[in-house]
């Protein structure tokens, strides 16, 4: 099955600062990799996603890019505010049919994002 | 986008009790899922809910334990069976949004079994 890793689990940075997360997954098959942030005590929120033809999407202060060849995919966000501090998770989406269990949504282990004034 | 209702919000039980976990969507949706998420640790796929037929679960899940309805396209429940400390965890709906959209999730079902 999928396998999606993390990196970095904590990361800490200035205000007006870039963030940077990378992630990278196993099953070349996978085609759709979202990005979420979770605010303590919140639901996941899907705050950009990127598919597997596409190499780069940009959303305000967000991007995300994806490198298909190595598997791996990045959250970018410049201009950080204190408000972007939060649990950021990567996912990867593998469709395995209806005879194999359907789609999959699997998680990396999350990046505690903290803003600093 | 699809509202998700997701209700109990939380729940304290006692061990060896079961807990139903309700979500309904304010729209049809072909495709339900139930997450676990123990405390501050990543999600984990339960089983796909799967209209009309069986859920499909993933490994490490088993139908005795959590045992789930889909009785149409916007309701869903999860049971979570004979309740033991290890199964306090936060529990999320979530559903594939139309038009390919995305995954969006409910508020979550915070339990707690002591």
């Known amino acids: 099955g999928e396998n999606v890793e993390q990196h970095p689990s904590t990361l800490s940075v200035q205000e007006g600062d870039s963030a940077v997360i990378k992630c990278t997954y196993s099953?070349?098959?996978?085609?759709?990799f979202p990005w979420y942030k979770q605010e303590l005590g919140k639901r996941p929120q899907l705050i950009i996603d990127i598919r597997s033809n596409v190499g780069e999407k940009k959303d305000q202060r967000i991007a995300v890019t994806l490198n298909k060849t190595a598997k791996h995919f990045s959250l970018h966000i410049t201009e950080t505010q204190p408000e972007d501090s939060a649990v950021y998770f990567c996912a990867a989406l593998l469709s395995r049919g209806l005879t194999g269990g359907g789609n999959k949504l699997t998680f990396g282990t999350g990046t505690q994002l903290k803003v600093e004034l | 986008s699809a509202v998700i209702s997701q209700k109990p919000s939380r729940d304290i039980c006692q061990r060896g009790t079961s807990l139903t976990i309700q979500c309904q969507v304010d729209?049809?949706?072909?495709?339900m899922f139930w997450y676990r998420q123990q405390p501050g640790q990543s999600l984990t796929l339960i089983a796909t809910a799967n209209q009309g037929s069986e859920a499909t679960y993933e490994s490490g899940f088993v139908i005795d334990k959590f045992p789930i309805s889909r009785p149409n396209l916007t309701f869903s429940t999860l049971t979570v069976s004979n309740m033991s400390p290890e199964d306090s965890s936060i529990y999320l709906c979530s559903v594939e949004l139309q038009g390919a959209r995305g995954y969006t999730f409910g508020s979550g079902t915070r339990l707690t079994v002591v």
């Open positions: 099953d070349s098959a996978s085609n759709y």
């Open positions: 729209s049809q949706v072909t495709m």
